[in-house]
């Protein structure tokens, strides 16, 4: 079980698929709170990304509350709460479809909205996912999300009290 005594505030954990990210994400913020909440970022696309949302939903249990917000996640009511963000890379999406793969708009929006969380009283779990480890994108829309991507990282982890990076199931503690 993982321990954590970080509250309130950012704890941001990033890896590439399949890492480990969500299990470690809910295993803290149980370790954390009796009552968590899980704030889904997803968009239902498709078939496929609907079976993905449901596995993510059979892993939790009646503890967890559910809400889903595509973009605006600083408007939900969490006061006080331990919150998992699952995931960055999905609700960056949101907004960089919504711009039409304006980069500058997408990091503008999502920056203001990392702002404006209440980081005082409300510990975030925020997951992401470092895909410029990954194979370089091959369609200029692809290169200019990688590059949306790694900066609201970096944004995310500058804010952040602490930073894990998940490999192979294993946590990292870089910051």
């Known amino acids: ?10 704890i941001f954990i ?5 890492s480990g990210k969500s299990r470690y ?6 370790s954390l ?28 249990d009646q ?4 809400i889903e917000a595509e973009k605006h996640i600083s408007q939900m009511q969490l006061t006080g709460k331990v919150v998992v963000v699952d995931c960055v890379t999905l609700w960056l999406t949101n907004f960089f479809t919504d711009t039409k793969c304006d980069i500058d708009s997408s990091l503008q929006q999502g920056k203001e909205e990392i702002d404006a969380l209440d980081t ?17 994108a091959d ?19 500058q804010k952040a009290n602490k930073v894990i990076f998940m490999v192979s199931g294993l946590p990292l503690s870089i910051k």
Not at 41 to 55: L, N, S, V
Not at 63 to 66: A, E, F, G, I
């Open 1 to 10: 079980m993982v321990q954590d005594n970080t509250r309130p505030g950012i």
């Open 14 to 18: 990033t890896g590439g698929a399949r």
């Open 25 to 30: 994400a809910q295993e803290l913020a149980l």
């Open 33 to 60: 709170s009796d009552a968590p909440v899980y704030l889904a970022t997803a968009r239902h696309w498709d078939d496929d990304f609907e079976k993905r949302i449901q596995r993510h939903q059979s892993e939790r």
């Open 63 to 66: 503890r967890w509350t559910s």
């Open 120 to 136: 005082n009283s409300t510990t975030f779990i925020i997951i992401s996912n470092e895909i410029g480890m990954g194979m370089h």
């Open 139 to 157: 369609t200029e829309a692809g290169r200019k999300f990688t590059d949306l991507q790694g900066w609201m990282n970096q944004y995310i982890a």
